[in-house]
């Protein structure tokens, strides 16, 4: 498996806002909303949860797409946790998310997920998300501790070496494009090669597609955004990782 390490992108770059003397001290802008996020198909954030009891009850998307992309089939209890005030997911590694039907999602893919593990002692394997229910239609990212990296996978993979899983908030940015893949962590250098190129058997959230026990999720989730085929573009996925880490408090 070949794998490269382009030079890292400026995702750490901010707009200065200039004050006049007198003024408050100069300081850093938060990033703006990024319009492309209008064109991903599922977004997955505190604006579109819906709960009951404080369990999930379904995920309306946001995006351009239609219902067909709603997550609303939960297998155990997801609860609704509150960090910084905003609505995610809480997986015990018991329970998951899934569509009402799948819905078949060619190459092309960017996905983002915002995320943090737990009890990292007992977690070995984690899958963020991957296919409804086969190994051979699958856009799958997951992370292990046993041997610290992050991986995709669509047929192939792609991870990254040497990269110790914590218990802080990360955000992901992978491409699912054939042998142009890519996977970047919090704007990190990216890590670009072979992934395959199975299309997207949408989806499983929180689990392995077969629901494996000791590969299913223990943490949250705070965003999970797909586009698929109108992709951002370089200085677009920039805007949309500083806009994520600002939103979530995640240093870059």
């Known amino acids: 498996m070949a794998v490269t390490f382009p030079l890292a992108r400026s995702s750490t770059s901010k707009i200065i806002e200039a004050k006049p003397i007198g003024a408050e001290p100069i300081g850093i802008v938060a990033p703006s909303y990024p319009a492309v996020l209008n064109n991903a198909i599922v977004w997955l954030s505190n604006i579109t949860i819906s709960q009951s009891g404080g369990f999930l ?128 962590i919090d704007g990190r250098p990216t890590v670009t090669g072979n992934a395959g190129t199975q299309s997207w058997n949408y989806c499983t959230l929180g689990a392995e597609y077969n629901e494996t026990a000791g590969a299913m999720m223990l943490g949250t989730i705070f965003e999970f955004i797909v586009f698929n085929g109108l992709l951002p573009t370089v200085s ?9 880490a600002d939103k979530h408090k995640v240093t870059l």
């Open 57 to 184: 009850d379904s995920f309306q998307n946001k995006g351009v797409g239609g219902s067909s992309y709603d997550l609303d089939v939960i297998t155990g209890q997801i609860s609704i946790v509150k960090p910084n005030g905003l609505d995610a997911l809480f997986f015990d590694g018991v329970s998951f998310v899934r569509p009402l039907s799948l819905t078949l999602l060619p190459q092309p893919n960017r996905i983002y997920c915002v995320y943090q593990l737990t009890n990292l002692t007992t977690q070995v394997i984690a899958r963020l998300y991957d296919s409804y229910d086969s190994s051979t239609i699958r856009n799958m990212m997951g992370l292990n501790k046993f041997s610290n990296y992050h991986w995709i996978e669509a047929g192939n993979d792609i991870q990254t070496p040497n990269s110790s899983l914590t218990a802080s908030t990360e955000i992901s940015s992978c491409l699912f494009s054939g042998a142009n893949s890519e996977l970047t």
């Open 236 to 244: 677009q996925d920039i805007s949309i990782i500083e806009y994520l």
